[in-house]
């Protein structure tokens, strides 16, 4: 039996393989797309590491997370950032030990110094002056590793004040400060550099 369309004459069979063939290429589409967000997905959560988590928590699904990610990406890739001079290195390695050396006589002082010294490193690297949040989020993106410390140790500072941290809080917060400062001291590796790309 013979088919018309649109002028040409099909057999059922030719109608039959037709189908057959539309229906693999839809199967091969849609298993490149599943296959590509995997992909993505993977990169994302080898880069972001624990981030990666918390947007997906924030956001509600893994796909509007990795939009944030990405608009994170770039608009850190466009910050006129920079590693530090020799002479600066030096001068916050110093202050460093002197908020260091506080903590035992005032701790919740130190940690307070050693959270404006990571904003203020941050700052002449080249990072903008902004919430914590956004400056968490910059971070993030070139510094996954420690952004969680940050997250952690910055909850204690603005912790509110009848809740009064504990000294092993505060020396944990330290300890994760100290991680954040000697990871911004560090030049940048170029497959952080490629990545913010």
Do not use: C
């Amino acid at each position: 039996m013979e088919y018309q369309f649109m002028g040409y004459g099909f057999t059922s069979t030719q109608l039959i393989v037709a189908a057959v063939v539309l229906v693999v290429l839809i199967l091969v589409a849609v298993g490149a797309y599943v296959e590509r967000r995997k992909t993505r997905t993977l990169a994302f959560r080898n880069r972001f590491g624990s981030e990666y988590a918390r947007a997906v928590d924030k956001h509600g699904s893994a796909s509007k997370a990795e939009a944030n990610l990405s608009e994170r990406e770039t608009r850190v890739a466009a910050l006129s950032t920079r590693e530090l001079g020799i002479t600066e290195r030096e001068r916050f390695v110093t202050e460093w030990h002197t908020v260091q050396s506080r903590f035992v006589d005032h701790p919740r002082v130190a940690v307070t110094e050693a959270d404006d010294l990571i904003n203020a490193l941050l700052k002449t690297r080249g990072y903008p002056e902004a919430g914590f949040e956004q400056r968490a989020a910059d971070l993030s993106v070139r510094y996954p590793r420690v952004v969680q410390d940050y997250r952690q140790a910055h909850s204690i500072i603005v912790r509110p004040g009848q809740v009064e941290a504990t000294t092993e809080e505060l020396r944990t917060a330290m300890i994760q400060y100290r991680n954040i400062f000697d990871e911004l001291l560090q030049a940048e590796k170029p497959s952080q550099a490629r990545t913010a790309a």
